[in-house]
């Protein structure tokens, strides 16, 4: 018999839902069959799937060995801390971190099995903190909020506990945070502030996007971009943007779409005189955000309504044909 004691991150959610993130192997016709036969209990009574967990619970699991997680599994969690974290942080509190992610790295493990991500050094630093202990988080882990590419630079948002977590992807769904990027285009746009409306169709096959103005394909999802140009420096222009739609390379597919592919950019453009003039990434920055929850909203990040975080300008690299000429 095992038995999990229900921490601050576990509490809150449905018994079936915690027992499987806790164990992922378990498969979900046992885990319900094993609670009918009281092989599984709270608080050693019997339990039923969609009784909601307290911090404090006992959960008791009379389960075969297998289904828990086998010792190199937990021994792996050591490594976190064994890692040197290398993280640029914008901001920091209790619940929630800001951090500024560098062009080249990637948010989560990518599809070739790297692991050298930006969650990864997240957990090792919360974990050599002492903010975050693998061995007794069952279902919670400290996750990003939002994603970039990974050849895009800027602001990423890191949940410490699970209501930072619920409160922060409400609020990205709802549109209560608002983003705003920096970015270098060919060319000058004929109108100097627009908000472009469109269709994006995403092709998974090749990992790319295709824009169109109307008549859309099945599939395709509305995309509002807004931009305004900053500033105008050799054949380039430097735009703030602003997404009204957040949706898979929608800023340098709809620039390239009215004709003004970014500074850089190979897969929306043609980036070989760029990576010349040592241009190797798309010029693109989440350079900026704001939280706009309702003034009524009471909840644990309450306190960061109103406030506004930027990126340093000396991190973005692609400003200095822009020197002088712009301002934010």
Sequence with gaps: MREFTIQKNDAGQRLDKFLSKALPSLPPSLLYKSIRLK?????????????MLVQGDTVQLFLA???????????GTHALYAIKPSLSILYE????MLLCKR????VHEDAEGNENSLILHVKAYLAQKGEYDPASSL??????????????GGIVIAAKNAEALRIMNEAIRERKIDKFYLCAVHGVPKRKEATLSGYLLKDSASNTVRVFDKNP???????????????EADGLSLLEIELLTGRTHQIRAHMAHIGHPLLGDGKYGVNRHDRERGYKHQALWSYRLRFS????EEHLLSYLNGRTFSVPREEIYFLTPFEGRYTL
């Design 39 to 51: 092989k599984i209990k709270v608080n050693r009574r019997r339990a039923d799937g969609k009784q």
């Design 65 to 75: 060995e297998e289904f828990f997680p086998a010792s190199g599994e937990e021994a």
């Design 93 to 96: 509190d209790d619940n929630v």
């Design 103 to 106: 062009p080249g790295v990637c």
């Design 139 to 152: 279902s919670f882990a400290p996750a990003l909020c939002n994603r970039i590419d990974r050849n895009t």
């Design 217 to 231: 394909p099945k599939g395709a999802k509305d995309i509002r971009t807004r931009y305004r140009v900053l500033a």
């Design 293 to 296: 929850f309702s003034d009524a």
